[in-house]
């Protein structure tokens, strides 16, 4: 085996496992014992997820670099 296959699968089962714990870390939040929060937030953080997902596919298939991100909550909807 190469030694570039050699290297990339050791980070990305190290990579992939940390995700999935982070993942849990979130789901977590659902617990509303200990939280409050709103359908709106949920929804931000789930289409805040399922963006850098397809980026994440899209890298995989285009080779293209994504720009750095950090999840920040909009302020509530006027009603």
Do not use: C
Request: hydrophobic residues 40%; without cysteine; proline residues 4%.
């Amino acid at each position: 085996m190469s030694v570039k296959r050699e290297k990339f699968e050791r980070l990305a089962e190290r990579r992939v496992t940390e995700a999935v714990k982070k993942l849990r870390l979130i789901g977590n939040l659902a617990n509303t014992n200990n939280y409050d929060y709103t359908g709106e937030h949920v929804a931000q953080i789930l289409a805040a997820l399922e963006t850098e997902i397809q980026l994440l596919k899209n890298r995989f298939t285009e080779a293209k670099p994504a720009d750095a991100y950090a999840f920040k909550f909009k302020p509530p909807r006027k009603q």
